[in-house]
Nanobody, 112 residues
């Protein structure tokens, strides 16, 4: 059974930083590309970033380029999203995604 457990969200002021984590199990994590998506209040799911299986390639949505960094630790089955220079528009529930499955999400709120 695929399990994805996100953590690390919270309330942060504009310009602040957060590091999200996702603990993965139940599938061959090291062989799998992984994604972060988000859902802002009242909006649909929005792709944020993708990392290939061994981390050799990463992609980002234009609205997070230069601010967010996706990474992984295959030895620990962990996926990360370092978020810097946060703005109120980044407020959303963030999910890690494997194929079409995602965890319960972690809430990120950017507000002064």
């Amino acid at each position: 059974e695929v399990q994805l457990v996100e953590s690390g969200g919270g309330l942060v002021q504009p310009g602040g930083s957060l590091r999200l984590s996702c603990a993965a199990s139940g599938f061959p994590f090291s062989k799998s590309a992984m994604n972060w998506v988000r859902q802002a209040p009242g909006k649909g799911l929005e792709w944020v970033s993708t990392i290939t299986n061994y981390g050799g390639s990463t992609r980002y949505a234009d609205f997070v380029k230069g601010r967010f960094t996706i990474s992984r630790d295959n030895a620990k089955n962990m996926l990360y999203l370092q978020m810097n220079s946060l703005v109120p528009e980044d407020t959303a529930v963030y999910y890690c995604v494997y194929l079409d499955q995602r965890g319960q999400g972690t809430q990120v709120t950017v507000s002064s």
